[in-house]
């Protein structure tokens, strides 16, 4: 690494533009005997070629692991240091700055625990070990966000070594920030110019008056870690008395001042759920956040769902830093588990805000884009590995083409923001305009209390000027799903009837694409009567063929993004393994031989379109799909017949939308297989359904397509697998949130 890139970091911000810095999610955690290790659940423990991606984003410095319980397990004696030699070394050849993690969420290796005395001199050792071994590293992060770290491993007992009480808290907040403090003293025993890049994840408390004194509490028992390492932990200070009660005598809080060390970067982590608020009018939460402090009872939820103002949001908590250190700071993460335009508009909002406060002068030096490659579990606060996976600037889901079996990540929306805020430009997308979930009044779960907040006003476009997504197919379960859930999602929408647009008039596509200038349309209309298709081919070929190439042409001509659907019943079922995008087509009926020639059409007149083939749809919001009148006849006890040889993999129209809109939102194109993951007969479905909703399946007939009267032949196997990206949820879970959302 050139000594002019290391200098990046440290010249005074005036001189530099807020930078774009980057994390891959690494926690390493002990839960009971067992770790879980995020970079086994991501794949980056055996894929070097992820660097080269994210060096293409223009990022100028990357948080990266050299962990300790996956380095060295066993004791330094027995190290393994050859994953963290080749991609450290291909950092320095790419020209990223590694801020290098020792512990992340983790207790060290199984001799030690954060409650060990000797952790702070055994974690320096191996700091030591890293510095002699990587002497050009120039910044380090030795344990990630302290505080965080102890209450969750000795406060709430999620983590090893799952205390409950505030003793255990304590020693271990006072163990970490110990360990940090000789980290980097032994780090610069060896590379004098080492940084401290200290990390905490940066909340906020607001309550009810009645509850102000906890509030208080909580919010200054957040700057713990980091007034730690700064000295100021002395008998004056507020926290002086709380770590005495905790059981932490006077002469430990006094012999920790030798071990200050305060943080040349401070890196604030902050996110939603980071917000709380304190009430105690029970009644009006559920019970699984009730709790208290002694002295009083109450519910701790989160303020965004609560407060009638909003939050304080991420400026003046930025702000908050910056007057109570004056030393540098970097956002050190920031991502959103929510839907793509969510998470752009999250990460656009921290951008703006931080960039604000620098040009007011405050030190800002970068916003850091967390979870390149997403994280598992986190919403059960990596407990267990239940498979819960969060997209993040890649997606994982996806399978190599050429292997069909190795996950390769596959950029999303957020990588060109990415790329536009590393290279100075302003990101553009239309979705930006409107506010993210958390500004909207959707975001109120519980009865509005107001919070005495005064967020900062936010810039955004009035309905009137947004570019809205056109939906073609106002009448169609597809089109009105999509409507529902681009309401729910804050996407601006235009929903049009045939009247409004007629695909199969270039005239009238064209006028409306002018007036309207949408951002992207979705056809969501068609001809899909697969059985009355044999006896008006004219028609199906007409409105599925002839209409989505002229609205693929039209769009094209305005430069606007296209989504368009197919089906699985564009193959003939010689097959018996799902069918993937290259699979050869060969259609058994009319409807089929449709989308083919749609298909062809629309990617010849558009090669940009998205075109999605799907199959069996099934949803909570119309009364006529298979499921839900298998349900309706079976539970009033009449008879209902399925075909039992014909195998599909069905398609619950909620997730089909959601993951549509964002590979639309991401800008994918061709060919992509969507259906939830799964092979079963149409009587199988029936069964598996009732059986889930408890209804009675005695007089379900499953008979043989033959003898159902069908007059358009189907292919007997038409399960829809992907060499592109299996996106969608299990079918077994699928019925089941639909069963939730029927009732």
């Not at 590694?98 to 409650?115: E, M, Q």
């Not at 009006?284 to 009872?297: E, F, L």
């Not at 910056?322 to 956002?331: G, N, Q, T």
Request: hydrophobic content about 40%.
């Amino acid at each position: 690494m050139t000594s002019a890139f290391n200098s990046t970091l440290n010249t005074p911000k005036s001189k530099l533009p807020l930078e774009v810095w980057a994390g891959v999610e690494c926690t390493v955690n002990r839960v009971g005997e067992e770790y879980l290790d995020q970079l086994e659940r991501n794949g980056h423990a055996t894929r070097l070629d992820d660097l080269d991606l994210f060096a293409q984003l223009g990022i100028h410095a990357i948080r990266y692991p050299v962990i300790w319980e996956r380095i060295a397990p066993n004791g330094l004696e027995n190290a393994d240091w050859s994953w963290a030699d080749e991609r450290l070394e291909r950092l320095r050849e790419l020209g990223i700055c590694p801020i290098v993690g020792l512990v992340h969420h983790g207790s060290g290796p199984r001799d030690t625990s954060l409650v060990d005395p000797d952790f702070p001199e055994k974690l320096a050792v191996f700091a030591r070990a890293v510095a002699e071994r990587y002497p050009w590293v120039t910044h380090y992060t030795p344990v990630n966000e302290p505080l965080t770290t102890a209450r969750f491993s000795g406060m709430y007992g999620h983590w090893y070594p799952h205390g409950k009480d505030d003793l255990t808290f304590a020693r271990a907040l006072l163990g970490e920030c110990k360990a940090i403090a000789l980290s980097m003293q032994a780090i610069r025993e060896i590379n004098p110019n080492a940084q401290l890049v200290q990390t905490e994840d940066l909340g906020k408390t607001h309550s009810t008056p009645k509850l102000a004194y906890q509030a208080e509490f909580e919010n200054e028992r957040r700057w713990l870690s980091l007034d730690l390492l700064c000295g100021r932990i002395n008998p004056t200070h507020p926290m002086w008395g709380y770590l005495r009660d905790c059981g932490i005598s006077e002469t430990e809080l006094e012999e920790f001042l030798q071990y200050t060390c305060p943080p040349d970067i401070i890196g604030i982590n902050h996110y939603l759920t980071s917000e709380r608020f304190l009430d105690e009018n029970l009644e009006n939460y559920p019970a699984w956040t009730h709790g208290g402090n002694g002295r009083d009872k109450y519910a701790d939820v989160e303020a965004v769902r609560v407060c009638a103002e909003g939050l304080a949001g991420p400026r003046t908590l930025l702000k908050e830093t910056w007057e109570r250190y004056k030393l540098p700071f970097a956002v050190t993460e920031v991502h959103l588990s929510c839907t793509r335009e969510e998470q752009l508009r999250w990460l656009n909002e921290v951008w703006n805000a931080a960039q604000e406060l620098r040009d007011q002068g405050a030190d800002i030096r970068a916003v850091t884009v967390w979870a390149l490659l997403g994280s598992y579990d986190w919403n059960s606060l990596v407990t267990r590995s239940a498979g819960y996976y969060e997209p993040g600037v890649f997606d994982l889901r996806s399978r190599s083409v050429s292997s069909g079996e190795s996950p390769q990540p596959r950029q999303t929306a957020i990588a060109k923001m990415v790329r536009d805020l590393a290279t100075g430009h302003k990101p553009n997308h239309p979705l930006l305009d409107t506010p993210g979930w958390w500004h909207r009044e959707e975001r109120l779960l519980y009865p509005a209390v107001s919070c005495r907040i005064s967020p900062p006003s936010l810039p955004f476009s009035s309905p009137a000027s947004l570019r809205p997504l056109a939906i073609v197919g106002a009448t169609g379960t597809l089109g009105k799903a999509f409507a529902r859930l681009c309401e729910v999602r804050g996407i601006s929408y235009c929903l049009l009837r045939r009247q409004d647009m007629d695909i199969a008039n270039p005239a009238s596509v064209n006028k409306v694409l002018a007036e309207l200038q949408p951002w992207a349309v979705v056809n969501a209309a068609g001809y899909v009567r697969v059985d009355d298709a044999e006896r008006e081919p004219d028609v199906c070929l007409k409105v599925n063929a002839e209409g989505a190439a002229i609205l693929a042409a039209a769009c094209a001509q305005h430069n606007v993004a296209l989504l368009t659907f197919s089906s699985d019943l564009v193959f003939d079922g010689a097959e018996s393994n799902p069918y993937v995008e290259t699979d050869t087509v060969a259609p058994l009926n009319i409807y089929g031989c449709s989308k083919v020639l749609a298909e062809k059409l629309v990617l010849q007149a558009h090669p940009a379109s998205l075109v999605i083939r799907t199959s069996a749809f099934f949803g909570p919001w119309d009364d006529y799909n298979f499921v839900t009148i298998a349900l309706r006849q079976l539970a009033a006890g009449n008879t209902f017949v399925a075909a039992e040889d014909a195998i599909i993999s069905p398609t619950y129209v909620p997730d089909l939308v959601h993951t549509s809109l964002d590979l639309l939102i991401d800008g994918e194109n061709g060919l992509w297989h969507l259906a939830n993951k799964s092979a079963v007969a149409w009587s199988d479905l029936a069964r598996l359904a009732a059986k889930k909703a408890g209804v009675s399946v005695s007089n379900l007939i499953a008979l043989p397509t033959q003898e159902l009267g069908w007059i358009a032949p189907r292919p007997a196997y038409s399960v829809l697998g992907s060499n592109r990206g299996e996106l969608m949820p299990h079918l077994d879970n699928a019925i089941s949130r639909y069963l939730e959302e029927r009732n």
